[in-house]
Structures are given as structure tokens and as C-alpha cells.
């Protein structure tokens, strides 16, 4: 058997990387980032390690007409609760000593109040990290079409730009430079309706978590969280993008006004119909949409 991170000793602080893989909605929201995954017909979510491929429960989409009564939060601990600080309504999650190629991360312009969890697929929390870079960056077209709330616009568009034609990110890594304790994912909440066999077959599965990455030295732990289609035939005309992008929105209603085109890829040439399928399909390419810090 392979010898686990907890029998290694204490108070050792290693580097820490969380990577978000598929259409989440981050909130910081008081020194916490609220990692929410939509309500997605048809859309699992794992844990992965280089160990350990862990299905987590969550909500089903559709939602019932009078919608969920409660849903599912996990939490993970163990990176040290010592990264940037900022007085309260200062904290800015474009700032470059925060956060690598700010400019392929799509980032509200207004805060927001925090997610129920019975909104999302599920909800896990996590301390705010050090570092963070955008990863997988497509390109995607929207029109605000006068919704109250927008987005960071690229500078050739002009801070006023009603309308993203960039590159940005569908994936996004958070990076702790210290954690001193193995990092640990619980399942904290759950529907009442969730049989305790269900709950116990993933707390079971969530104990036996290796966050070990392997062949680093010095020695550091690697954690992705994905959340994608189980869909095996490719996404040709981008529906599922087109679909989850939509749900995330329900999110922010706000945002609903919005106009997006995933097609515009395919017309200009930029992104290949093969990269959204084939024989390894891979993610949607819905975007991270990143909230920043409430005041």
C-alpha cells in the first residue's frame, strides 16, 4: 500500500495546488473562496489526485419547482489561513501580484452576496489562496446587452467596452505557499433526504485522500476538482457550453441578460470542432466566472 501523506510529520509546510477543471463559479467572499459547481443536466463532479479518483455527490438538475430545500457543502483545510489580506472591500482578484494573465480571468465588476448551496450542483469552500492563474484560456464572444452588471474588458476594447471578444479562461489554478497540515476534504452538509449509507460511502472516500504529487522534490500535494459532461459524443455545435454557461448565470440572475456565442470560435477559425470532442471528449469550454471579494 502506498504510504499516505498523514504519516508524515506535522508542522512541515508544503506548497499546495488546487485546480478548479470545468464551469465554476468562485466567489471571495471574506477571506474564503466559494467554489460553486452549477446545476448541469447530466454533469458529475471528482476529486483527483495522483492517487485517488473521487466521485462527490450533488444536487440533479432539473431543480424541483419549489427548488431544493438544502444542498451539498464540502470544505477543505489544511492550506494555512495566512495569505493576502485586504481591508475590507479593497480585495481585488485582477491585482497581478495576485494573480498571473489577470486578463484571461472573466471577473464580475460588482460583489455579490453569497450562493445558497441549494442553488448549485455543490458548493465547496476553500481558504483564499496565495496565488491563483487562469488555465485553458478560448476564446468566446458576449454582449452585455445593458444587464446591470459586466466584466473586466481587455484594454484594446477599452474600459467601457460593452462586448468580451478575448480569450478566456475555462480553468483555474489556486496556488497556497504554505500548508501545513495535509489537506483534507469533508463533506459538511447535505440534504436531509441523503441516506446515511450515501454520506458514509463518501466520507469514507474522502478520508482515503492522497494529495501527494508525485515525483516533486522538495514534495508538494496536488488536488483538481473537475466537473464535466458524462456525455460521451462530441459537443459540436457547443451546446453544452452554451448550457452550462446558462446555468451558471441563473447564479448571478443579473447576468442572464448577457448574449453569448460559443460559435463564433468555429467561424473564425480560432477553435476546431475536434477540440470539443472525438474519442477523449474534453470539457464544454464554459467559462470560470470569478466574483470578487463582498464588501
Not at 504519516?7 to 467554489?35: K, S, T, Y
Not at 438544502?70 to 481591508?87: K, Q, V
Not at 492522497?210 to 459537443?235: C, E, M, V, W
Not at 463564433?264 to 464544454?284: A, F, M, T, Y
Request: charge should be negative; aromatic fraction near 6%.
Amino acid at each position: 500500500m502506498t504510504e499516505k501523506s498523514g504519516n508524515r510529520p506535522q508542522g512541515v509546510p508544503e506548497r499546495l495546488i488546487l485546480d478548479l477543471i470545468g464551469p465554476f463559479v468562485v466567489h471571495f467572499c471574506n477571506g474564503i473562496a466559494r467554489i460553486h459547481a452549477p446545476l448541469c443536466l447530466d454533469h458529475h463532479a471528482n476529486i483527483l489526485t495522483d492517487s485517488n479518483d473521487i466521485s462527490l455527490y450533488g444536487l440533479l438538475a432539473p431543480a424541483p419547482s419549489s427548488g431544493y430545500p438544502t444542498g451539498f457543502t464540502y470544505e477543505l483545510s489544511g492550506p494555512d489561513a495566512n495569505g493576502p489580506r485586504a481591508p475590507k472591500g479593497e480585495f481585488n482578484c485582477l491585482k497581478p501580484e495576485f494573480c498571473l494573465n489577470a486578463s484571461e480571468l472573466l471577473v464580475l465588476n460588482k460583489v455579490q452576496k453569497p450562493i445558497d448551496a441549494k442553488l448549485c450542483h455543490l458548493l465547496l469552500r476553500a481558504p483564499r489562496p496565495n496565488r491563483m492563474i487562469p488555465l485553458h484560456a478560448e476564446q468566446i464572444w458576449i454582449h452585455r446587452r445593458d444587464s446591470d452588471i459586466w466584466v473586466n474588458t481587455a484594454k484594446k476594447s477599452g474600459p467601457d467596452s460593452d462586448i468580451v471578444d478575448e480569450s478566456r479562461a475555462r480553468g483555474l489554478r489556486f496556488i497556497y505557499s504554505a500548508c501545513s497540515s495535509v489537506p483534507d476534504i469533508q463533506l459538511v452538509d447535505c440534504p436531509k433526504s441523503t441516506s446515511e449509507d450515501a454520506k458514509s460511502a463518501i466520507e469514507t472516500e474522502l478520508d482515503n485522500l492522497n494529495p501527494d504529487a508525485r515525483g516533486f522534490d522538495p514534495k508538494q500535494y496536488h488536488i483538481t476538482l473537475r466537473f464535466a459532461s458524462n456525455s460521451t459524443s462530441p459537443d459540436e455545435y457547443h451546446e453544452d457550453a452554451y448550457d452550462c454557461f446558462h446555468e451558471m448565470r441563473r447564479l448571478i440572475p443579473e447576468t442572464l441578460r448577457w448574449r453569448v456565442d460559443f460559435d463564433e470560435l468555429v467561424k473564425k477559425g480560432s477553435l476546431s470542432i475536434e477540440h470539443h470532442g472525438g474519442s477523449n471528449p474534453v470539457d464544454c469550454g464554459a467559462l470560470i466566472m470569478a466574483v470578487p471579494e463582498s464588501v
